[in-house]
């Protein structure tokens, strides 16, 4: 069974920017599509974005086009969240996953992110 631990969080001021990782181990990193969720207090859990085994291509919800951006380092097992942050948009508990078809079969715990001045 994979393990996916995610680190990066913290607090972050309105207008700045958050970079989160998520390392791997115990999983075949390369074969695994990966993405990353949001939970906002009050809110269902969303998925922010998504990088394929290779990284050649993302995708991204409407709410973060043009402010996300995913990449992934297959030979450190990591893949990365880069957004600028809106104001309190982007409060709330981020957790990667991991998937080898329709389903996210490996998740991390998860690691909070505060935007506040």
């Known amino acids: 069974q994979g393990q996916l631990v995610e680190s990066g969080g913290g607090l972050v001021q309105p207008g700045g920017s958050l970079r989160l990782s998520c390392a791997a181990s115990g999983l075949t990193f390369e074969r695994h599509a990966m993405g990353w969720f949001r939970q906002a207090p009050g809110k269902e859990r969303m998925l922010v974005g998504s990088?394929?085994?290779?990284?050649?291509?993302?995708n991204y919800a409407d709410a973060v086009k043009g402010r996300a951006t995913i990449s992934r380092n297959n030979v450190k097992k990591t893949v990365y969240l880069q957004m600028n942050s809106r104001e309190t948009e982007n409060a709330g508990d981020y957790s990667c996953?991991?998937?080898?078809?329709?389903?996210?079969?490996?998740w991390g715990q998860g690691t909070q992110v505060t935007v506040s001045s």
């Open positions: 996953a991991a998937t080898t078809g329709r389903v996210w079969s490996n």
């Open positions: 990088v394929d085994c290779t990284g050649g291509s993302t």
